[in-house]
């Protein structure tokens, strides 16, 4: 089920996507006084479109009303909204015809509107501001399923970059949510930021349907060699930005469970609700 939000002046939301309280600390007046100096020249922008807002880590109301987040009913193999069924247990079309390499998997946000220009900006612009909205937006999906999936992770993981693209995007965005979301969990032991490698440059996912991107990926993922003997028995978790076809995911779990893991779940940002792109 999706829901789209409605009347999102105060930046929060009835589902409990809320900014954490700021943590007062009496002795610091000099930090604090610094900050509203800063807010004063830099007022805080929303993320998505750069409007300005009151208070830094949200959206602007227009954006709140271009997001949609994943509610139950979502199938509990790739997270995808549906339309009607049970809150648990619920499992698509597309992974009962084929299921993914993962046990479970649950996604925050439909890739579009809002959130679809906020992955865009950490991806492509530099922009690691979204990275701890995102990681928030995770732990409370889909009625804290996301949550429950980063608590029960032995090793919170995301899915590689290869070196070369690496070294042109300067970092790996769902490394970066991966790091946030261990670090509002309080699971920074947890983090294996590179657990898994990308052993082969591949093309663009963009534009290509399920068979083309399965081939395009496929064997392009390994366990990194000085996980290979810690991985056994482990419970993965791994991290992306969006799931769309969950090609890239899937050779990903393969690989965590070839080196023996014990179970592989997913939790990604953003998913594509498309009917004619099973998971």
């Known amino acids: 089920m999706i829901e789209k939000l409605h009347d999102p002046a105060s930046g929060d939301d009835a589902a409990g ?25 830099y007022p805080p922008a929303c993320p998505a479109c750069r409007a300005e807002i009151a208070e830094p880590g949200g959206l602007c109301p227009a954006c709140w009303r271009d997001t949609i987040f994943i509610n139950p009913p979502a199938c509990n193999c790739c997270g995808a909204p549906m339309a009607f069924g049970p809150s648990e247990g619920l499992v698509c079309d597309a992974c009962e015809h084929a299921p993914p390499a993962w046990a479970r998997g649950v996604g925050a946000v439909v890739y579009e509107g809002a959130a679809r220009r ?30 429950t999936l980063v608590k029960t992770a ?11 693209r690496m070294l042109k995007r300067k970092y790996n965005q769902s490394g970066e949510i991966a790091r946030e979301l261990a ?23 963009e534009g ?6 399965r ?25 992306d930005d969006v799931l769309t076809t969950g090609a890239t995911l899937s050779g990903c779990a393969e690989a965590c469970r070839a080196a ?20």
Request: no cysteine; glycine share 8%; hydrophobic share 45%.
């Open 183 to 205: 670090r509002i969990s309080g699971k920074d032991a947890a983090l294996a930021l590179d657990l898994l490698e990308r052993t082969r440059s591949t093309q663009s996912q």
């Open 118 to 147: 906020l992955i865009l900006a950490l991806k492509h612009g530099d922009r690691l501001d979204v990275a701890p909205l995102a990681a928030r937006w995770m732990l409370a999906a889909q009625g804290g399923a996301g949550g």
């Open 154 to 164: 032995d090793l919170i993981a995301p899915a590689p970059l290869h070196w070369k």
């Open 208 to 213: 290509r349907n399920r068979r083309e991107r």
């Open 17 to 41: 996507y809320t900014r954490p309280a700021r943590r007062r600390n009496p002795g610091g007046w000099v930090a604090r006084a610094a900050e509203t100096i800063a807010r004063l020249v």
């Open 215 to 239: 081939e395009n990926v496929a064997g392009a993922f390994a366990v990194a060699r000085r996980w290979r003997s810690r991985i056994a028995g482990r419970r993965v978790l791994l991290i």
């Open 260 to 279: 023996g893991a014990a179970d592989v779940n997913v939790l990604t940002f953003a998913r594509v609700a498309r009917e004619e792109r099973p998971a």
